[in-house]
């Protein structure tokens, strides 16, 4: 995909401002919303990029990657998308000069053209995550994932969709016990996320155990373009080996497929017990690039790799 990305957040529907929205409240972030565009050009690329207290810019936590899309235009043909992402992307660069601190660009899955990036003086790494395509075929999860989520039905527990933020926070915080890490969310950030980017767009379902006791939960960016992102789960110790978070995950799925999403993205894969949870679920791994300046952390990394290559070339041919 010459870097044609169909799968971030639209940035021409409100949803990516209720998003950067929330971000200010949340995070005490200031934002831009950029558009890359020759003057007579029916090409562009627009992003959101959140400003630091310095004013460079930064991903604030909670945020996979900074919602940047490529619109393409009229074009069609492999050499005309690659050569307008290549002039919108000089149009970026610049921007990246000059706002951009000792933090990355995160780009989203989909643009995956990183030379203009590289041969401007770059440093760019890859990153990965899963995408799940939609409708959601249960008979492409693997075996386990499917016992367990007929063991958590034949138990009684059942999924739905739920705007109890008590309800999912707690189970949020099952697995921030669990794992020792914290969110940063409350019932009020949670409920700020809903009122202002609504329903349709933060999702939040609930896996209730048969004594009505919320268990596991999970909350869902499902943005205007067609593709939903998993945002936060979390789910109680006590419960996880009856299935309950094979069981909300369908049901998840489920619902987005029903609603024409086209992919789930998974967010992330990049640990490996992460990595080994997402994939059975019959998802499409697909890489994703950080964009960084340049520094002497970067150089010494570089000069000690090609030392250990250089080392290593020794030792087996002498020299």
């Known amino acids: 995909m010459s870097g044609i990305n169909e799968g971030a957040c639209s940035s021409a529907g409100t949803d990516l401002s209720g998003w950067a929205e929330f971000n200010r409240f949340k995070w005490g972030c200031r934002y831009v919303i950029r558009r890359f565009q020759n003057e007579d050009s029916d090409y562009y690329g627009e992003g959101l990029f ?3 207290k310095r004013g460079k810019w930064f991903l604030p936590p909670l945020n996979a990657y900074h919602p940047i899309t490529f619109y393409p235009g009229a074009a069609s043909k492999s050499h005309k998308l690659s050569s307008r992402w290549h002039e919108t992307a000089k149009l970026l660069i610049p921007e990246l000069e000059a706002h951009m601190g000792s933090a990355g660009i995160v780009f989203p899955p989909g643009i995956t053209d990183m030379r203009p990036f590289i041969w401007s003086g770059f ?3 890859m990153k990965y995550t899963y995408y799940l395509k939609l409708p959601f075929k249960l008979e492409e999860a693997s075996s386990e994932i499917r016992g367990k989520i007929r063991k958590a039905a034949a138990m009684g527990y059942r999924t739905e969709k739920s705007v109890n933020m008590a309800d999912i926070l707690d189970c949020l915080q099952g697995t921030e016990e669990r794992k020792g890490f914290s969110h940063q969310l ?12 609504g329903d349709k767009v933060l999702r939040c379902y609930v896996c209730y155990a048969p004594n009505g006791k919320a268990v596991s939960a999970s909350v869902v960016l499902a943005w205007e373009s067609g593709l939903a992102q998993g945002w936060v789960a979390g789910s109680k110790s006590e419960h996880i080996t009856s299935g309950v978070v094979q069981l909300s995950q369908s049901y998840a799925f489920e619902d987005l497929s029903r609603d024409g999403f086209a992919y789930f993205d998974f967010a992330g894969a990049n640990i490996p017990s992460v990595s080994k ?14 964009v960084q300046k340049k520094n002497l952390k970067h150089l010494l990394r570089t000069g000690y790799e090609w030392g250990r290559g250089l080392q290593g070339y020794r030792n087996k041919y002498g020299g």
Do not use: I
Not at 186 to 197: G, K, N
């Open 186 to 197: 409350t019932v009020e950030d949670l409920e700020l996320a809903r009122s202002l980017l």
């Open 50 to 52: 959140f400003e630091g």
């Open 123 to 125: 440093h760019v790494w």
């Open 277 to 290: 949870s997402k994939a059975p679920w019959g998802a499409e791994l697909v890489p994703y690039y950080v």
